[in-house]
């Protein structure tokens, strides 16, 4: 029960990597508050365990995320895990292209930390700490990767943001990670691989970019996020965890 006792709140929990790790938190003890847009894939989270509450809420909306966070209260742990997956190359960008994904996938995580912080910073005076994690990824955020001009960018940035708040508030108990992980077999990348001209060619593809000969699961990745939330990483802060199969060796 490695997260006993601690209160958790997971964005994009409804499936993939947001999904697993609400499970697993919960399986580690956590009180934990899974948030989506995707109200059906909540309703499914809820009934494989009850014991998970859930929430409604795009993470885009500044309004509805003040409103959540002030029902909500004080939390030990935020997971923000939010994204999209931009395909192209930089002349393939678009204005808009550009503007969503990095609302989506960076300005959500600095609202969502922005709303819960003031309550995480008065937890981690009485419990002595609090854990932000942020989704970021190896993808052209670490080691550069075709066609993903934009996705890099974004988890570039996440990084920065996550480094940024780590060393603004290392002193007041608040510790601040980002997870960088390989190719993950969600149903987000099965909806990529779907959608390419030769679906066969894109898994072997993918899997291909892999030394260790295979798509990551849900299960190698969510260890690292009980981990990373947990008080076994107390003296962790202003990572960049990579769980990838040995990608970027």
């Not at 909806?191 to 000969?213: C, H, N, S, T």
């Amino acid at each position: 029960m490695r997260l006993a006792g601690k209160r958790i709140v997971v964005s994009a929990a409804a499936s993939g990597i947001g999904r697993g790790s609400a499970l697993a938190c919960a399986a580690a003890g956590a009180e934990v508050v899974a948030v989506d847009i995707d109200g059906a894939g909540l309703a499914s989270l809820s009934a494989e365990n009850a014991a998970i509450s859930t929430a409604i809420l795009d993470v885009r909306d500044r309004g509805a995320i003040d409103a959540f966070a002030a029902k909500t209260g004080q939390i030990d742990g935020l997971f923000n895990c939010a994204g999209f997956v931009h395909n192209g190359t930089v002349l393939d960008i678009t204005e808009p292209d550009w503007a969503f994904s990095f609302d989506l996938n960076v300005t959500s995580m600095y609202r969502m930390i922005q709303a819960f912080l003031p309550g995480m910073l008065a937890r981690a005076a009485e419990t002595g700490g609090a854990a932000i994690l942020n989704m970021a990824s190896m993808a052209s955020s670490i080691k550069g990767f075709p066609n993903r001009t934009l996705y890099g960018a974004t988890k570039a940035a996440v990084i920065g943001l996550t480094k940024g708040v780590a060393a603004d508030f290392v002193k007041r108990g608040i510790r601040c990670n980002a997870l960088c992980p390989g190719t993950v077999d969600t149903p987000s990348l099965r909806g990529r691989i779907a959608a390419a001209p030769d679906p066969a060619q894109a898994e072997k593809d993918f899997v291909a970019r892999q030394p260790l000969g295979r798509l990551a699961r849900v299960d190698d990745i969510t260890p690292m996020v009980v981990f990373l939330l947990s008080d076994e990483s107390r003296f962790v802060t202003g990572q960049a965890m990579l769980v990838d199969g040995g990608v970027t060796i």
